[in-house]
């Protein structure tokens, strides 16, 4: 059946109906569904929200605290720091935490302010830099007891920020506790799998070794009707008179078997006969060779003209290098 005429412009109506701020929630919502806004990345902004929707920063505004009051995003840090994405659900320290930070940095803002000072002069009254108080009032609340006693006594707090510093300290250390707890309970964790993985290892290296101990055992073993095979042992070697130690048995090399009798070179000579000198073979060291020389040397001045140099002539091979005269030479008297 298709659709009626008029379909268009009811969906059209039916758009005009939804409130402005809810169509602002629902383009946040979408940018966190599709990954543009990660869990703890700050939000667009009302400004900003304003210059891409095309509404006032008012109703985009209200579009965050209405994203606020849903859970989707968190307060910032400060009253003027913009809103983040939610992330996993928290703990209940790390809650604390956020809320006594927010209470902490807007205390001193809220004083400040109804002291009618600014950022510069309170921080020259604390004798402090201003990006100091600028941090202190924006949530990193890295400074030390003696400044919030400092702010404390100049704001004439009473105690106030005193007393909202050490809510902090103490959600700061609860806090502290369960990340510790929790990285001993992941690091158990971790452990006790490497153990499992261990011996599961090791059981399965026991189980290899058995089979190859059976495999080598059924492959050692004689088939029945067959002959053991023989000890594949070195035989042992026995002199040979006039030769080399020869090993008893029959030995056999890839070219046919070896024959017992002794060579004519390495025979001994009948008794009464004198022994040949034996013929040495070593190979001798060849004569120390020359280095080759260049036949000339070109010699290019900063004038452009080139200079061709002759080196001497070498040697002859049979002088002696060192001066020393050669044996058949007679020195000079």
């Known amino acids: 059946m298709p659709p009626p005429e008029?379909?268009?412009?009811?969906?059209?109506?039916?758009?005009?109906?939804?409130?402005?701020?809810?169509?602002?929630?629902?383009?946040?919502?979408?940018?966190?569904?599709?990954?543009?806004?990660?869990?703890?990345?700050?939000?667009?902004?009302?400004?900003?929200?304003?210059?891409?929707?095309?509404?006032?920063?008012?109703?985009?505004?209200?579009?965050?605290?209405?994203?606020?009051?849903?859970?989707?995003?968190?307060?910032?840090?400060?009253?003027?720091?913009?809103?983040?994405?939610?992330?996993?659900?928290?703990?209940?320290?790390?809650?604390?935490?956020?809320?006594?930070?927010?209470?902490?940095?807007?205390?001193?803002?809220?004083?400040r302010r109804s002291y009618g000072l600014t950022q510069p002069e309170l921080a020259l009254l604390l004798d402090v830099s201003v990006t100091t108080i600028g941090h202190a009032e924006t949530g990193r609340l890295w400074q030390s007891r003696q400044f919030w006693e400092h702010a404390d006594a100049i704001l004439s707090a009473d105690g106030d920020l005193l007393r909202l510093h050490d809510a902090f300290g103490e959600a700061s250390a609860a806090t502290a506790a369960n990340d510790q707890a929790a990285a001993e309970t992941i690091s158990g964790d971790e452990t006790a799998s490497a153990g499992e993985a261990s011996e599961t290892a090791s059981a399965g290296e026991t189980l290899s070794t058995g089979e190859a101990g059976s495999a080598d055992e059924t492959a050692g073993a004689a088939a029945p009707g067959q002959p053991a095979e023989a000890d594949t042992a070195a035989p042992e070697a026995v002199p040979v008179p006039g030769g080399s130690p020869q090993a008893s048995g029959a030995v056999e090399q890839a070219t046919g078997p070896v024959s017992a009798t002794p060579s004519p070179v390495s025979a001994a000579p009948p008794a009464g006969q004198p022994r040949e000198p034996a013929v040495d073979h070593t190979e001798r060291t060849p004569a120390a060779r020359v280095p080759p020389r260049p036949a000339y040397?070109?010699?290019?001045?900063?004038?452009?003209?080139?200079?061709?140099?002759?080196?001497?002539?070498?040697p002859a091979p049979e002088s002696n290098l060192a001066g020393t005269p050669l044996p058949d030479e007679t020195p000079p008297r």
Not at 69 to 74: H, I, N, R, Y
Not at 297 to 314: F, K, Y
């Open 6 to 111: 008029d379909a268009p412009r009811q969906a059209s109506a039916m758009a005009k109906r939804v409130p402005k701020y809810a169509r602002v929630a629902a383009a946040v919502q979408g940018l966190i569904a599709d990954g543009t806004l990660r869990p703890g990345q700050p939000a667009p902004s009302g400004a900003a929200l304003s210059r891409v929707t095309g509404y006032s920063t008012l109703t985009c505004r209200r579009a965050l605290r209405v994203l606020i009051a849903d859970g989707v995003l968190t307060p910032g840090p400060s009253r003027n720091a913009r809103p983040r994405v939610a992330g996993p659900p928290q703990q209940q320290a790390a809650r604390d935490l956020a809320t006594a930070s927010r209470a902490l940095s807007a205390g001193l803002a809220t004083r």
């Open 297 to 314: 040397v070109m010699i290019m001045w900063g004038d452009g003209t080139m200079t061709t140099v002759h080196p001497p002539e070498a």
